[in-house]
Each structure stands twice: as structure tokens, then as C-alpha cells.
């Protein structure tokens, strides 16, 4: 007689991906599986107000310990819609019935977390310096990376501005948007003539550009104009170089061709992707194994930034 009785097997490591757009980023979907996730399901084109009734509807089948092992991931282009979804799907938890959240649209928060986690170790370790008071002109700055480095480096008592190569309106807007938002101040500037580049390059202490891939917003000519520059960081991977002499290798490398008095150094895109990989892998390991619900959005993708930073010595 066959043995029909279902013998006790471990829950599989359930993900439910959850983004806006009309499709859920691979690079999100290959991470989850690498830090262990074994079910991972994409729901598309999910507007905000179905996040709680999704939500609600990942919590009750499994009992508290298949919760444990339950996951919400939130993706997407709009770096506060998907602020605002982890929110709502936070307050849609009915305890014990709670999984973690994780948000990373489009990659913004890891990616400008480990970016500014490594223009602040650059600025400890070369200059002595911290990021609160400093001088950061983000170039590319309207875009979901920029919106999120803007917010942290704010957060940090830096004097942000936001540039927009479309027109000081634009930058306005988005700067408006999230001191709103966020609580914190910063300021939009255009930079839609080489000019007006120039103009605020001849500013800067820090720039960050985080502009569209494969475009170059500062070339050697307007790095000259670059007067009290200490640290120029580009996330873009795909050539030109975003920032002239800045190459995707380089990790702290003076950039030939600045006229500050002692030099600037740069940070480039792999250095960058380098922390950002484990800060998105950290944080879905997390999910997994942390015991507790937990609800990740960028403030802990910056404090796990800063750990994968420190690491580096
Ligand atoms: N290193 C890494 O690990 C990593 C990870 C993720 C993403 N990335 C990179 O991060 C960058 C930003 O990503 P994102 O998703 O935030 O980008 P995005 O939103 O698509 O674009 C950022 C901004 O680029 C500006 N822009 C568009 N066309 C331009 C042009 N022809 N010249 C100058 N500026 C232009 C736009 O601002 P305005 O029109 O207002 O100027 C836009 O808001 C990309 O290069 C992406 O590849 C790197």
C-alpha cells in the first residue's frame, strides 16, 4: 500500500514583485533569486491604490512561520510613488500576519546610496572632510538616481542643487517636489547652455552626475571651470565617460585637468555599481533571514551603503 501521508517539507522563499510600469525590472529579479528567493512572481502596471488589497492578499495564507518567508518587492520608475506604496503596504500589515518590504525603483535608492556612500568615504579619507556644508551640484539630477541623491546628500546638511539640462524649470520643480516630500532643502538650477554649465560647475565642491546613460554632461573644457572641485562621481556605465577623465574604474583616481589648488579625485560607475550590487543583495538577505519584518526603503539602503563603504577601508 502506497504512503499517502504528506510528510512536513521546509516553505519555499516566496517574492512578490510588485512595480507601476508595464514590466518588473530582470536586474531586480535575477538579485532576489541570487540572495535566495525561490518563488518570485512580477505583478505589472500596479497602480497605488491596489497595493494594500495585494498586500493583504500575500499575508493571510501561509500562518506566521510561512510569513517569515513571504516578501514584497517594490519597483518602478517614480522613486515617490514607490516611497508611497511601501508606505501603504506597511500600514496594510495585520500582525502577526506582516512580511518585509523592500523598494529600489529603477535601482535609484541602492544606486545613489552607495554613491553617496562613497563620495563621503572619498571626502573622509582624502580630504578630511564631511558632506554636511559641502557645495553638490547634481547633474542629471531630475532623474529617479538624482532625486534619491539629492534627498540623502540634503538629509546630510549638504547645499544640493538639482541641474536639469532641459531648464532651470524643470530643475525647479523636481528640487520643489521633494523638499517637499522629504522635509529638506534643495535648489534647481538650469543648465541647458554651456554657460550656464560652466556657471555652476564654477561653484561645485562635489559633482554627481546622474544622467541618462551613454551621454556625456561634462567634458574636459568645462571641467577647467571647475574651480573648488574636490570629487566628481558618475554612475552612467555606458560610454563617453559622463564626466570627462572620470573612468567607470576609477575609485577615489585624481582627474587630470582641474584647477583646484591640490586637486580633485574621482569615482566612477563600477566602483559605484560595485557597492550597490551588495547593498540590493544585503538588503534582500535581510528580507530573508533578519527574524522580523522589516521595511526597506533608501534611508536603510544609505545605512547599508555606509557598511559596505566602511568595509572597503
Ligand atoms: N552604476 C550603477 O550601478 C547604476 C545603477 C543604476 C543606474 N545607473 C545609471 O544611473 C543613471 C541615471 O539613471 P536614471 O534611471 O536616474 O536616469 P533617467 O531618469 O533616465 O535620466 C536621468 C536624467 O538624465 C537627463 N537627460 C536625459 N537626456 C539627456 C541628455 N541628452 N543630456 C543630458 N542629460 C540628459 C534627464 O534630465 P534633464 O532633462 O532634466 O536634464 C533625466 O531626468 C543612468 O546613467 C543609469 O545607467 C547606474
Redesign the pocket.
Known amino acids: 500500500m502506497s504512503d499517502t501521508t504528506e510528510k512536513p517539507t521546509e516553505r519555499p522563499y516566496i517574492l512578490h514583485m510588485l512595480t507601476a510600469t508595464p514590466q518588473m525590472s530582470p536586474f531586480d529579479v535575477n538579485m532576489a533569486a541570487d540572495a535566495g528567493y525561490q518563488i518570485i512572481v512580477p505583478y505589472c502596471s500596479v497602480e497605488a491604490s491596489m497595493v494594500a488589497n495585494l498586500t493583504q492578499d500575500a499575508i493571510f495564507s501561509r500562518g506566521p512561520k510561512g510569513v517569515s518567508r513571504t516578501g514584497i518587492f517594490i519597483g518602478g ?1 517614480d522613486v515617490l510613488l514607490a516611497a508611497d506604496m511601501l508606505e501603504t503596504a506597511r500600514k496594510a500589515m495585520v500582525p502577526p500576519f506582516e512580511v518585509s518590504v523592500f523598494a529600489d525603483p ?3 535608492y ?2 545613489a546610496a ?2 553617496v556612500a562613497l563620495v563621503e568615504r572619498h571626502l573622509a579619507k582624502a580630504y578630511g572632510m564631511e558632506l554636511g556644508g559641502k557645495r553638490v551640484l547634481i ?9 534619491v541623491a539629492a534627498a540623502m546628500a540634503a538629509s546630510l546638511g549638504a547645499d544640493v542643487s538639482i ?5 532651470e524649470a ?2 525647479v520643480r ?1 528640487s520643489d517636489d521633494i523638499n517637499q516630500r522629504f522635509g529638506i532643502v534643495t535648489k534647481g538650477v538650469g ?1 541647458t547652455t554651456p554657460a550656464e554649465l560652466r556657471s555652476a560647475l564654477g561653484e561645485a565642491e562635489i559633482v554627481l ?7 556625456q ?1 561634462v567634458s574636459t573644457a568645462d571641467l577647467a571651470h571647475a574651480a573648488h572641485l574636490l570629487i566628481a562621481a558618475d ?4 560610454p563617453p565617460e ?1 564626466i570627462a577623465g572620470v573612468n567607470v574604474m576609477n575609485d577615489g583616481k585624481p582627474i587630470e585637468g582641474v584647477p583646484t589648488a591640490g586637486g580633485a579625485i574621482g569615482i566612477g ?2 566602483a ?2 560595485n557597492v ?2 551588495q547593498v540590493e543583495h544585503r538588503l534582500f538577505i535581510q528580507m530573508r533571514t533578519g527574524g522580523k519584518p522589516v521595511y526597506l526603503g533608501f534611508p536603510q539602503a544609505f545605512d547599508e551603503a555606509r557598511a559596505v563603504a566602511a568595509g572597503l577601508g
Open positions: 520608475r529603477s535601482g535609484s541602492t544606486t552607495a554613491l547633474l542629471g539630477g531630475t532623474g529617479a538616481v538624482g532625486r541641474a536639469s539640462h532641459s531648464g524643470r530643475a523636481v543648465t552626475a546622474t544622467a541618462v546613460a551613454g551621454v554632461v554612475v552612467n556605465a555606458v559622463g560607475a563600477l559605484i555599481g550597490k550590487y
